[in-house]
T-cell receptor
Framework: AQSVSQHNHHVILSEAASLELGCNYS??????LFWYVQYPGQHLQLLLK??????LVKGIKGFEAEFIKSKFSFNLRKPSVQWSDTAEYFC???????????FGQGTTLQVKP | GAVVSQHPSWVICKSGTSVKIECRSL??????MFWYRQFPKQSLMLMAT?????????EQGVEKDKFLINHASLTLSTLTVTSAHPEDSSFYIC????????????FGPGTRLTVT
């Protein structure tokens, strides 16, 4: 079965620290990749997405992610986090043959001021 | 643009009763709507996919007679939890796509259901 794995369940950083959240997926065919963020008490918002083209994708609020096909990975990065980045982050994948969005377990990011 | 709303945002009901949750696309016509369930500190699990005017497609393990989905129009889908039990307590989230959204789903704010 297709799956998405996020390695970090709970990350605590100080402001200005760099962030990298890991995401690996199991499907070997064509995939569309997403990172969503869920701020406390708010709905899921799209941070960035990859469909094709440049594997380095830039999203909102200074986030970026790199698609490495050989590693089945789509890690999320931000060079300098802010307290306002405290949220739950979800990696998600749509595989070509199902059209279904499969979510990773989520990573709770806590940024200390 | 592409705003999805849900109503109610939270609901408490007694065991054995039914609860209806609405999902609306406010500024676009949704070709497809999805219903997810999210347990505390866990990921979103797809429950069902619905298209306007047709029966919903349920994921394996989801009881279609318990979780009734009606997609009456291009802007409204409803999820009815019938004969609710405490184990149905969860966060229910809907999402929607339109013809030009290219697999990007737009999520509602979710509905917190507590069954006592």
């Amino acid at each position: 079965a297709q799956s998405v794995s996020q390695h970090n369940h709970h990350v605590i950083l100080s402001e200005a620290a760099s962030l990298e959240l890991g995401c690996n997926y199991s499907y070997g065919g064509t995939v569309n990749l997403f990172w969503y963020v869920q701020y406390p008490g708010q709905h899921l918002q799209l941070l960035l997405k990859y469909f094709s083209g440049d594997p380095l994708v830039k999203g909102i609020k200074g986030f970026e992610a790199e698609f490495i096909k050989s590693k089945f990975s789509f890690n999320l990065r931000k060079p300098s986090v802010q307290w306002s980045d405290t949220a739950e982050y979800f990696c998600a994948v749509i595989s070509g043959n199902t059209g279904k969005l499969i979510f990773g377990q989520g990573t709770t990011l806590q940024v200390k001021p | 643009g592409a705003v999805v709303s849900q109503h109610p945002s939270w609901v408490i009901c007694k065991s054995g009763t039914s609860v209806k949750i609405e999902c609306r696309s406010l500024d676009f016509q949704a070709t497809t709507m999805f219903w997810y369930r999210q347990f505390p500190k866990q990921s979103l699990m797809l429950m069902a996919t619905s298209n306007e005017g047709s029966k919903a497609t349920y994921e394996q393990g989801v009881e279609k007679d318990k979780f009734l989905i009606n997609h009456a129009s291009l802007t409204l889908s409803t999820l009815t939890v019938t004969s609710a039990h405490p184990e149905d307590s969860s966060f229910y989230i809907c999402s929607a796509i339109y013809s030009g959204s290219k697999d990007e789903q737009y999520f509602g704010p979710g509905t917190r259901l507590t069954v006592t």
